[in-house]
């Protein structure tokens, strides 16, 4: 299994910079993707941004050119830097884990951590 704890989150104005960090333990070897979803009230959990073991990245497109998802393997971390915040950015913001074998796949999720980006 592998468990994940996040940490960073908090309230800004909109146009600041919060990083959001998520350290994965357990079985993190057998870790493909790790990524960021998020959820704002009365709408669904959306992806946010994900990144595969070859640093191979991807956001969605309202993050674009403001979002940056990197990853520490040393640390077993994965960190969002997130930039020129929008109040629509506003959510709780959850870690993701896909880990497994070639034939099967398991989803990890930690706690979330609010943000909150007051205009």
């Known amino acids: 299994q592998v468990q994940l704890v996040e940490s960073g989150g908090g309230l800004v104005q909109a146009g600041g910079s919060l990083r959001l960090s998520c350290v994965a333990s357990?079985?993190?070897?057998?870790?493909?993707?790790m990524g960021w979803y998020r959820q704002a009230p009365g709408k669904q959990r959306e992806l946010v941004a994900r990144?595969?073991?070859?640093?191979?990245?991807t956001y969605v497109d309202s993050v674009k050119g403001r979002f940056t998802i990197s990853r520490d393997n040393a640390r077993n971390t994965v960190y969002l830097q997130m930039n020129s915040l929008k109040s629509e950015d506003t959510a709780v913001y959850y870690c993701n884990a896909v880990y497994g074998t070639a034939d099967m796949s398991v989803n990890s999720w930690g706690q979330g951590t609010q943000v909150t980006v007051s205009s």
């Open positions: 357990g079985s993190i070897f057998m870790i493909k993707i």
């Open positions: 990144i595969t073991t070859g640093a191979n990245t």
